[in-house]
């Protein structure tokens, strides 16, 4: 019997903080490991393509820097760009 699985949950929300109202798209990627009769997480690594307020999801949304979480510096989006699929339908891009 196979003892660990793999899962992806994709999902989109919408939150309010501080009164502004923020959106985001994410990628749950997980490693499940079965024990006695239960699957339990192993591994969750969550990516985002985006997380802002909507005002920002219009001017910034063809950017790299998609995630704009109140009290930090905007960072890079985790999807679609890490994603192997997407680096290999890129010009030059290698599946291997």
Request: glycine residues 10%.
């Amino acid at each position: 019997m196979q003892r660990w699985r793999l899962g992806v949950q994709m999902g989109h929300g919408e939150v309010a903080i501080d009164r502004q109202r923020k959106n985001a798209a994410y990628r749950y990627d997980d490693e499940y490991c079965r024990v006695g009769d239960r699957w339990l997480f192993q591994r969750r690594q969550l990516r985002y393509q985006y997380y802002m307020s909507q005002k920002e999801l219009g001017l910034s949304l063809a950017g790299r820097q998609r995630v704009r979480v109140p009290g930090a510096a905007p960072c890079d989006a985790g999807i679609p760009e890490e994603l192997r699929s997407y680096m290999a339908a890129r010009p030059g891009g290698d599946d291997d």
